[in-house]
């Protein structure tokens, strides 16, 4: 009844009506909700419009099921093998596909449907490694941006030896936090190839240049690489290099020179038979019997059997703490010492082995240089922190000493009274001394005329009131002299700065009182340090000498 009513009333109608009531059939079948019989003729109704010359009605029915597991096989299998804007409906999303048919999918596909299937999220190995055979390059880069699937590491392999030159490809596989080491390597030899080819399609360098230089920076790059491969990732490692024919006497040979003996440890166990175990302890005997089977059993050449020898004594001698070298100038006196133990040897048999040890010694010399300018570059960055941190400090302590507050110590003949109106201690002090504030200066008004700087000015200023009353206080503080309560009160850092005389007194005691500070001014400060620092003799000679002048006038 279903089929005959579906049917009746599609007949003639729009291919967008037939779309819309495709997809209001598929998602009522999908529900469950119909009985066996009517599920059976709704069943059959879908399956019948996979003959509808409208590709819309066929879009609606993949969108309605393509995500579904309820969804009926045959109609699966049937719209992914439809054109590919509706086969890749289901072949990106459909659960009910299995390997089997998403590989014959990518095999009869085009590049549009195996990009549909590189992007699932259920990905397995044997399809991923279909795509790696007969992918193109869109596809491949789809199937290296797809986090979820399970890429074999020949499946990868595979990618980079086929359209490794491909430099989108090359990106999405370096940006796999699982891209196996041996991948690393290859897509690092094949942009050495790259770069190699350039330099002598433009004649920079000759075809033999070229491929010596590829040849090198692909050994430097499996070294580099060995160092953060761990132990599982080095012996990968090696067995690549091996498989393809890499793992080279010069290799083995740059290893020893470059302090990566873990490296050189597992190629000679690989090539050799024996346990890395076994190996690390003959290297430590470079000059036994054991070391010199070792080299021949490894298949290397007999040349350069002196050579690995003289590097490794070396090397054994600063793990003994002999030497005490580590570091770059390890690896050049190691250098050093192979290319001494070379020259004994016929010269036209060891140019060769020579020459590829002055290369090495050249880059190890470079480097050291890049090390020790990377050194200091970062001494003088933190020199120049720490001088940002000094030029900064003064002010720091300046505003410290401004905010805490500080005591002077005065020694007067009394009480001390502050002076109420006493100018601003900047104006007053400034930090630089200027000639009229030096000791021994005239101290004068604005209106005055300068003087020299001479102690006799200083004194011939002074009233004769003011002198006897600086005798006194000095004669009667050195007759009673300060008691020891007071005396403990004196502070280091204290300034003494004799106070403005006070009035005469029948009776002065000479006493200690701490006073906060206050501003100063120059002429006060200048008279009582010049009269404080010129002796009592001076001053009654002078007086004598004064007393003359006028008698004689």
């Known amino acids: 009844m279903i089929l005959r009513q579906f049917l009746t009333l599609t007949q003639n109608a729009s291919p967008e009506r037939r779309a819309e009531a495709a997809g209001t059939l598929t998602r009522s079948y999908l529900e469950g909700a119909l009985a066996p019989e009517a599920a059976w003729e709704a069943k059959t109704a879908l399956l019948a419009l996979l003959d509808d010359p ?3 009605v066929r879009r609606a029915l993949a969108q309605a099921c393509a995500g579904s597991e309820q969804a009926p096989r045959p109609l699966i299998v049937a719209l992914a093998s439809d054109q590919p804007d509706i086969a890749c409906l289901v072949l ?17 596909g085009c590049e549009e449907t195996r990009a549909a299937v590189a992007g699932r999220c259920d990905l397995s190995k044997p399809v991923a490694a279909a795509l790696a055979e007969v992918g193109g390059a869109p596809s491949l880069v789809a199937l290296a941006r797809n986090p979820l699937a ?26 796999r936090t699982d891209l196996p080491i041996e991948v690393r390597h290859a897509i690092v030899t094949l942009i050495a190839e790259q770069l190699s080819r350039l330099g002598q399609d433009a004649g920079w360098i000759s075809s033999e240049r070229g491929a010596r230089t590829a040849r090198e920076a692909r050994d430097a790059a499996a070294l580099a690489l060995s160092d953060e491969a761990g132990d599982a990732g080095l012996a990968r490692l090696v067995a690549h290099l091996r498989v393809q ?36 302890g003959l290297i430590l005997e470079p000059h036994g019997a054991g070391f010199a089977a070792l080299h021949r059993r490894a298949g290397l050449p007999d040349l350069l059997l002196p050579a690995v020898r003289a590097a490794l004594t070396v090397w054994r001698d600063a793990n003994h703490g002999r030497n005490g070298m580590d570091g770059p100038r390890l690896a050049r006196s190691m250098i050093e010492a192979a290319l001494t133990a070379c020259e004994t040897l016929p010269f036209a048999e060891a140019r060769g082995l020579m020459a590829l040890l002055a290369r090495f010694e050249a880059e190890a010399a470079r480097d050291e240089a890049r090390i020790l300018a990377h050194e200091q570059a970062e001494v003088q960055a933190r020199e120049v922190a720490e001088a940002a941190t000094r030029l900064a400090a003064p002010q720091t302590i300046e505003a410290g000493l401004t905010a805490a507050p500080s005591e002077i110590l005065i020694l007067s003949a009394g009480p001390v009274t502050p002076e109420p109106s006493l100018p601003d201690a900047a104006a007053a002090w400034p930090l630089a001394v200027r000639p009229e504030d030096r000791i021994g200066a005239v101290v004068a008004g604005p209106d005055a005329d300068a003087a020299p700087e001479t102690a006799e000015t200083v004194l011939a200023g002074l009233a004769d009131e003011i002198m006897a009353h600086f005798l006194a206080d000095r004669a009667a503080a050195m007759a009673q ?17 004799p106070a403005p005389l006070p009035e005469a007194s029948s009776v002065i005691i000479p006493e200690i009182v701490v006073e906060p500070k206050r501003a100063a001014r120059p002429r006060a400060i200048a008279v009582a340090v010049a009269a404080g620092m010129i002796p009592q003799d001076l001053v009654l000679s002078y007086r004598a000498d004064r007393e003359r002048q006028r008698l004689a006038a």
Request: net charge negative; with cysteine.
């Open 245 to 280: 024919e890499q793992l080279t006497a010069g290799l083995i040979l740059r290893a020893v020179l470059s302090l990566r003996l873990p490296f050189a440890e597992v190629a000679l166990a690989e090539l050799s038979g024996l346990s890395r175990a076994r190996v690390a």
């Open 92 to 108: 990106a999303r459909s659960p009910v596909l299995m390997d089997a048919d998403l590989v014959d999918c990518v095999a009869m």
């Open 481 to 497: 002299g300060p008691s020891a309560g007071q005396a403990e009160t004196l502070r280091l850092r204290a300034l003494p700065i």
């Open 150 to 175: 399970a890429i074999g590491t020949t499946a990868l392999l595979r990618m980079v030896e086929r359209h490794g030159d491909d430099a989108e490809l090359r990106q999405a596989l370096l940006a």
């Open 54 to 56: 409208a590709a819309a």
